[in-house]
């Protein structure tokens, strides 16, 4: 079975194109952010059995963490935002908080192993600065995912968020200290975000 893993899901838009279009049998889409759970379970409507919603937070520790939905209601995290990005005139509307919620936070290491997944097939990544620690989270279980792709963020840019430790050589260190081949996927800039790509040989 080819499992598709994705994590800070918005909408369900990627899960709907790996079951529909991309050959995967199944995805696990996690997401805490209300809005963007009401919008994921309207489109996902008739396919909930193979893109299936968990709402639980993922980073690298099992637990109970604040989550913080912003006023651009499709986004929200676990890390505050940055006072430099989220001051500014022209991302300030974007960052203001609406609210504060308790949420459950686990690891994918934790659910993987309570859900009997011995591999995944696919993990795209885009928690709002905490995908580094979402790969941590994995430890030793990572060995097992094929391929991927994480949202990161350059040195030279200013983080979004207060404590993101999603740099571009976290991650890359990271995954190659497994074994991965990685490489930029997406153009990074001083401004925007970029995404880095990930590749696991032995499944070559």
């Not at 094929?146 to 963020?153: D, H, L, N, R, S």
């Not at 030279?156 to 990685?182: H, I, M, V």
Request: aromatic fraction near 12%; proline fraction near 2%.
């Amino acid at each position: 079975m080819k499992i598709y893993f994705d994590v800070g899901a918005n909408d369900g838009l990627d899960g709907i194109d790996a079951v529909n279009h991309k050959g995967y049998d199944l995805c696990y889409s996690f997401e805490v952010n209300p809005e963007s759970i009401r919008r994921f379970k309207k489109r996902v409507k008739g396919l909930e059995n193979k893109v299936i919603l968990i709402e639980k937070a993922v980073s690298n520790y099992n637990g109970e963490g604040t989550f913080i939905n912003f006023q651009k209601s499709n986004i929200g995290s676990l890390l505050s935002p940055n006072p430099k990005i989220s001051n500014s005139e022209n991302r300030k509307e974007d960052f203001t908080i609406l609210s504060k919620e308790k949420v459950e936070v686990i690891t994918l290491l934790k659910f993987c192993t309570e859900n009997n997944i011995k591999q995944i097939e696919h993990l795209h990544i885009d928690a709002q600065g905490s995908d580094y620690d979402v790969l941590v989270g994995l430890d030793s279980f990572i060995k097992n995912v094929k391929e991927g792709i994480v949202e990161c963020y350059s040195e030279k840019q200013t983080p979004l968020y207060l404590d993101a430790t999603n740099t571009y050589e976290n991650c890359k260190t990271y995954l190659e200290s497994y074994g991965f081949e990685c490489k930029k996927f997406n153009a990074f800039t001083d401004k925007n975000d970029g995404n880095l790509k990930f590749s696991n040989p032995k499944f070559k």
